[in-house]
């Protein structure tokens, strides 16, 4: 069956986003196409709201809005810029920020390093991390990229590139999850939590 343009190509754009198959971008194509007006209307309002007004900081490359010098994280006096949590997505700042327990500074890589996919160290925010450690305010970065292979992979590339700076370098700890059973763990994740245990007291 052909669809009218409009539609085909509402399906087509949405096909784009990370996640969205085809069937579910018909699905939500169809659900707009039915859906009162101000909902269509607030959805593009909305995205066209996403693009002007917001930017990225200069400083971590964390999403802020459009305007300001810096982000929020990075203009807080009360943050210690001593420490430098490295993620790969603004996301992962969401989700430290969270738990309310890290009072440092944050840098944002955009992705991580995959050969396969043809993402280089050009290609990520790894040039303006190693010039900020080289300004000597920080003292540890902590490297808190996915436990995946290429999360891995940008780690221990990052890890080289700071090693001549002579700044604290650690890495997030893995292993169980609370409430997790031991039979039912991988064996990568058993033997990270096993090589990373820690003194009962």
């Known amino acids: 069956m052909l669809l009218p343009e409009p539609l085909q190509n509402l399906i087509t754009a949405l096909e784009r986003l990370p996640g969205i198959g ?3 971008a018909s699905r939500l194509a169809f659900f707009l196409l039915r859906a009162p007006e101000d909902i269509s209307q607030q959805l593009a309002d909305s995205l066209i709201a996403l693009k002007q007004n917001t930017a990225f900081c200069p400083e971590c490359y964390n999403i802020m809005l459009a305007g300001r010098e810096r982000c929020e994280i990075c203009d807080s006096h009360a943050r210690d810029e001593s420490v430098i949590c490295v993620v790969e997505e603004p996301l992962d700042v ?3 920020e969270r738990i309310g ?3 440092g500074k944050y840098h944002v890589l ?5 050969p396969i996919e043809g993402i280089g160290p050009d290609d990520l925010k790894i ?3 190693l010039a900020r450690v080289a300004l000597g ?4 970065i902590i490297l808190a990229t996915n436990p995946s292979m290429e999360g891995d992979a940008t780690a221990l590339y990052l890890r080289q590139q700071l090693l001549p700076s002579g700044v604290h370098i650690t890495r997030l700890a893995r292993g169980l999850p609370v409430g997790g059973d031991l039979e039912y763990a991988d064996q990568n994740t058993l033997l ?7 003194e009962m007291g």
């Open 22 to 24: 085809p069937k579910s």
């Open 94 to 96: 969401i989700a430290l």
């Open 101 to 103: 327990a890290y009072k």
């Open 110 to 114: 955009h992705g991580v390093l995959s």
């Open 127 to 129: 040039k303006p991390l």
């Open 137 to 140: 305010q920080a003292k540890e």
């Open 192 to 198: 990270r939590a096993l090589s990373g245990r820690q």
